[in-house]
């Protein structure tokens, strides 16, 4: 689990300030390890005694997300955000339809397409977002 030095870095090298409540923010989320969001992190932060309301969660939220710091991602059919930390190495995510649960797949079948893609194009990819939808084995479609 990284340190707060870690955090601090990741801060700094994005030019934003070092906050006790950031620090938080993205510990919850190293946590966790799985995309969650702001009223979950909200409740993270109470269970671990930070005094925090759920506004500011959203504003650090937001802050981090345009930093591309973490990652916002907005489910299908459902208008609340998740959030997770953006890491190096990424996962995707299964997603039900069913129980909305979301299942991490480690590898990514991206990466060759990738830089098929950029030495066609010239683009500088930077990165990228997948998630899949469908059924879990527990979850039939009607
Ligand atoms: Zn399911
Ligand atoms: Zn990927």
Same mark, same amino acid.
């Given at each position: ?22 620090? /938080? ?19 993270? +932060? ?17 802050? +981090? ?9 907005? +489910?299908?059919?459902?208008?609340? /955000? ?20 979301? +299942? ?39």
């Amino acid at each position: 689990m990284p340190s707060d030095d870690t955090y601090k870095s990741i801060l700094k090298s994005n030019g934003l300030k070092n906050t006790k409540r950031r620090n /938080s923010i993205l510990e919850v989320l190293t946590q966790i390890a799985q995309p969650i969001t702001a009223d979950q992190v909200f409740l993270e +932060l109470q269970k671990q005694d930070v005094s925090i309301n759920l506004s500011t969660v959203y504003r650090i939220l937001d802050k +981090l997300a345009s930093k591309g710091i973490i990652c916002r991602t907005n +489910l299908i059919g459902d208008n609340k /955000s998740l959030f997770e930390l953006n890491q190096m190495n990424h996962r995707h995510h299964l997603i039900c339809m069913g129980c909305k649960q979301m +299942l991490a797949v480690d590898d990514c079948p991206f990466e060759q397409y990738g830089k098929l893609l950029q030495a066609r194009t010239g683009f500088n990819i930077t990165g990228h977002k997948l998630e899949i939808y469908g059924y879990c084995r527990n979850c039939k479609p009607r």
